[in-house]
Nanobody
Framework: QLRESGPGLVKPSQTLSLTCTDSGGSISTQYYFWNWIRQPPGKGLEWVGRISYSGGTSYNPSLKSRASIYRGTSSNQLTLQLNSATPEDTAVYYC?????????????????WGQGTQVTVPS
């Protein structure tokens, strides 16, 4: 029901931009918080940030200065932008939705979890 999309290859220092689409439409309600989570190669899942139905955002402090999450023109889409990409941003990026604002990274703790999309920033 959630599908991530975007360029698989991003040059260093450029902006990484990904879109999450909720094809079912049922989670585009005030009860769900939309999250981005990523998993670098050989590492664990890392929470990137989230946006609420009303547009309020929260980010991983390690990324706050570079990350931006916002809703698109369509009510069932949202976008993640990560400025000044580095090779350390290479990861599989997941879009996920859950009820609640506490930070979670495990798929089982989300009501909806996307298939993920690979992004590579070459060195």
């Amino acid at each position: 029901q959630l599908r991530e999309s975007g360029p698989g290859l991003v040059k260093p220092s450029q902006t990484l931009s990904l879109t999450c689409t909720d094809s079912g439409g049922s989670i585009s309600t005030q009860y769900y918080f939309w999250n981005w989570i990523r998993q670098p190669p050989g590492k664990g899942l890392e929470w990137v940030g989230r946006i609420s139905y009303s547009g309020g955002t929260s980010y991983n402090p390690s990324l706050k200065s570079r990350a931006s999450i916002y809703r698109g023109t369509s009510s069932n889409q949202l976008t993640l932008q990560l400025n000044s990409a580095t090779p350390e941003d290479t990861a599989v990026y997941y879009c996920a939705a859950r009820i609640g604002t506490d930070v979670r990274t495990a798929p089982g703790q989300y009501q909806f979890w996307g298939q993920g999309t690979q992004v590579t920033v070459p060195s």
